[in-house]
């Protein structure tokens, strides 16, 4: 694990693009670029390698982090060695956050499961902006209570969504903006996707299957999606078979 721990590389400072994908991140959600990138005027990007280690469990907690590519998962370490997952994080979400107020340890590994670029925000800086500036804590507030607001309803798309409608979710969402077909392929391998969707590995191959009746193929990690409306429609959960 050490070896791939040192498997990444500081990037440049934050370009346009990286602040786009940040003002839609919930903790940041309304701000202003410039209350953005004055906030992180620390914080730098990073590219890590499929596999790479990001942190490991009782790490110093001294930095949070936000996804700009790739995929990263969350896990604990078994007294077995088995590994039990915790979370997994995708694109414009943020991850290790109670690093901002608890000066403690990390309570999971961190381990980057595909090629990914991620903003590394160091707490302590952090802090001191939120602390020296009401304007920066007051738009804190405000993104943390929606971020609040954007857990709830991950978890009441977990209770209220059927399986097959989760799945339907997560593959629309992988799926080209304006496009009307797509052939994608899977960033991570199913039992993580299962996993990050809340159901069995084998309960998601059940509901791809269903999926086959709006035509969604799938072959090994690649699947193919002729109407893009059909999957939407299933994953609002308008089709009453799923």
Request: proline share 4%; glycine share 6%; aromatic share 8%.
């Amino acid at each position: 694990m050490e070896q791939k721990r040192n498997n990444f590389n500081r990037q440049s400072s934050l370009s346009d693009a990286d602040i786009t994908v940040l003002s839609r991140v919930p903790l940041f959600q309304g701000m202003k670029p410039d209350t953005i990138l004055g906030l992180l005027e620390h914080a730098y990007t990073m590219q890590a390698n499929r596999n790479t280690i990001l942190f490991l469990q009782d790490d110093d907690a001294d930095k949070f982090f936000v996804l700009l590519e790739g995929w990263v998962k969350l896990f604990r370490e078994t007294n077995d060695g088995n590994e039990s997952v915790i979370g997994v994080f995708a694109r414009g979400e943020s991850f290790a956050e109670a690093a901002i107020f608890d000066e403690g340890v990390f309570p999971v590994c961190a381990m980057a499961v595909e090629n990914s670029r991620i903003v590394v925000i160091p707490a302590a800086a952090f802090k001191r902006k939120i602390a020296n500036n009401p304007e920066y804590a007051l738009n804190m507030m405000a993104a943390m209570s929606r971020h609040q607001r954007g857990l709830v309803q991950q978890i009441e798309q977990l209770a209220v969504k059927s399986t097959t409608e989760r799945v339907a979710l997560f593959l629309s969402r992988l799926c080209p903006n304006n496009a009307t077909e797509a052939t994608i392929q899977l960033p991570l391998d199913k039992g993580l996707i299962a996993r990050r969707l809340g159901m069995q590995p084998e309960t998601f191959s059940r509901a791809l299957a269903k999926l086959r009746d709006v035509g969604v193929q799938t072959n090994g990690q690649q699947v193919e999606i002729p109407d893009i409306s059909a999957l939407r429609h299933i994953r609002d959960g308008n089709r009453a078979a799923f």
